[in-house]
């Protein structure tokens, strides 16, 4: 009776173990390839869409190490920020595979302010339409209706929350689902999505480096631990 006892609680300690790794899912954030503006610290319209030179070997780079991991297991979902920077970085990619990238305001750079305030408000205004170029619209869609506007996040606060509503999407959209997700971003916003997946303090530790691949993979309490950065 004890041997059958132990017997079956190994079995079931096993079946649920290899639930668990069926229904994990991964996460690889890039942050997009370096701008003129990352390069002269001159933030500006015209330097913020502008990729570097080094910026521009860059995507090639990342093109080739995303298609080596592509071919070990497609991707399930892109998810991209919807500024400009980010999705000139992911589209040769997109282009080379034919490949969809779907744009999530929740995305887009934010809490780069002093930490003057945090949660302050419950709700975000929403800001200018997102445009897309011709030859991009169909590499992009849209979740929504609501995302073909950016979020007009004026401080920290209302920056955090956007991230936080990230994050939230991240894990209605893709907990327990055995899928692997690519997301292109950026610096501080990016930084306190890694934290917010893996349960900690959205403090921005993390140094995020242009066009390098970070990878999270999701534990059973639904939270990310973090395996590679800047790889």
């Known amino acids: 009776m004890r041997y059958l ?6 079995c079931s300690f096993f079946i649920a173990a290899n639930t668990y790794a069926a ?3 991964e996460i690889y954030f890039v942050r997009h390839a370096e701008t003129l503006g990352n390069v002269t610290h001159q933030h500006n319209r015209k330097n913020d869409r502008t990729l570097s030179r080094q910026g521009l070997q860059q995507v090639k780079q990342l093109t080739a190490k995303l298609g080596r991991l592509r071919s070990d297991a497609p991707f399930d979902a892109i998810i991209v920020s919807p500024k400009y920077r980010t999705l000139i970085t992911i589209l040769p990619f997109l282009k080379k595979y034919q ?3 779907e744009i999530w305001p929740e995305l887009q750079e934010c809490c780069w302010q002093e930490k003057s305030s945090r949660l302050s408000s419950t709700t975000l205004q929403r800001g200018k339409m997102i445009n897309l170029e011709p030859d991009m619209r169909r590499y992009f869609t849209f979740p929504n209706a609501e995302a ?3 979020y007009a996040s004026k401080n920290y606060g209302d920056g955090l929350l956007q991230t936080f509503k990230a994050a939230q999407l991240v894990r209605k ?3 327990h689902s055995a899928k692997r997700i690519l997301i292109v971003g950026h610096y501080h916003s990016g930084a306190r999505l890694i934290e917010i997946l893996q349960g900690i303090e959205p403090d921005g530790r993390y140094k995020l480096s242009n066009a390098k691949i970070s990878h999270l993979k999701e534990n059973s309490d639904g939270s990310f ?3 590679d950065l800047n790889q």
């Open 23 to 25: 229904t994990t899912s």
């Open 5 to 10: 006892l132990t017997l079956s609680l190994l």
């Open 148 to 150: 073909h506007r950016k």
């Open 99 to 101: 490949l969809q990238a």
């Open 225 to 227: 631990q973090l395996i």
């Open 173 to 175: 959209r893709f907990a």
